[in-house]
């Protein structure tokens, strides 16, 4: 067996007002792997992911990125392990910085992980045209543009920098069912592409088990069933789990 390249082990966080958002939560994912992290709403899903991409840290626990243990890594070396594990957050509203240009957005991201000045333009056009949006399109600022659109760009953006592992957090939830689907289908496409490790956040099954390997179930801070996405999603084991499947209503 290879090493994952992600190895989060134990992970709990209390807050101050004494909330116990994650509770001895451990997760691992081989490269290449998509796994799903499903669970309702509160059940700790974005602290996990939060501590995971070290910006939130751990009361108890430890994360292992590529070797490196991120719950230790300092200053200029957590900067650098940053290029390689990118965030995809939730909405298209708050995804992008609403005063850059997607353009901009783009070479944002870039500059900071140390890309030549000369090098970025080029990248930046190629970045959008992967993801289809027309590169001559990146000087729009991100209200001029859809809602799947922007989630595009989050996408390039997060991919810019060829990092190994990317965390999308409800990354497709506040889109349209059709447009949903289509940016399910283009992240599918990209991983093919790129063999990115995802870490697929979402409060719905149906959109989870469309795209995910694996699946980890979520209940009051705690995984609580993982497993094979088709097992999980025919044949559940865990109580809980039973009930986020009867919740989804039938396809039309
Ligand atoms: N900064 C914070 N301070 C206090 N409590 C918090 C904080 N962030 C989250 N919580 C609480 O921790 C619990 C888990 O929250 P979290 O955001 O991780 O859930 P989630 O599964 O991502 O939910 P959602 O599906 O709504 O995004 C919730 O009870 C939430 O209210
Ligand atoms: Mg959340």
């Not at 094979?228 to 039938?250: C, F, G, K, M, V």
Request: net charge neutral; charged share 20%; aromatic share 4%.
């Amino acid at each position: 067996m290879t090493e994952p390249l992600l190895s989060a082990t134990g992970l709990s966080k209390r807050f101050p007002n004494g909330v116990a958002a994650v509770d001895d939560v451990s997760l691992s994912l081989r490269r290449g792997e998509i796994l799903g992290l499903v669970g309702e709403s509160g059940s700790g899903k974005s602290t996990t992911a939060k501590m995971v991409l070290r910006l939130l840290r751990p009361d108890a626990g430890q994360v292992v990125f590529a070797g490196h243990d991120l719950t230790r890594a300092t200053g200029a070396q957590l900067r650098r392990l940053r290029a390689r594990l990118q965030l995809v957050p939730q909405s298209p509203q708050t995804s992008l910085n609403p005063r850059l240009t997607v353009g901009e957005a783009i070479a944002f991201n870039l500059r900071a992980h140390g890309w030549r000045r000369s090098a970025i333009q080029a990248r930046v056009a190629d970045m959008l045209d992967r993801v289809g949006v027309p590169p001559a399109d990146a000087g729009r600022y991100p209200h001029e543009m859809s809602g799947g659109q922007v989630q595009r760009v989050a996408l390039a953006r997060a991919l810019a920098t060829d990092p190994e592992l990317i965390v999308c957090d409800e990354a497709v939830s506040a889109l349209d069912k059709s447009i949903q689907a289509q940016v399910l289908n283009l992240l599918a496409e990209l991983q093919r592409e790129t063999g990115v490790a995802i870490l697929f956040i979402s409060h719905d099954l149906a959109v989870v088990e469309h795209i995910a390997d694996r699946v980890a179930v979520m209940y009051l801070g705690r995984v609580v069933e993982e497993g094979d996405t088709h097992q999980i999603w025919t044949a559940p084991n865990d109580p809980y789990t039973r009930e986020l499947l009867s919740s989804i209503p039938p396809i039309r």
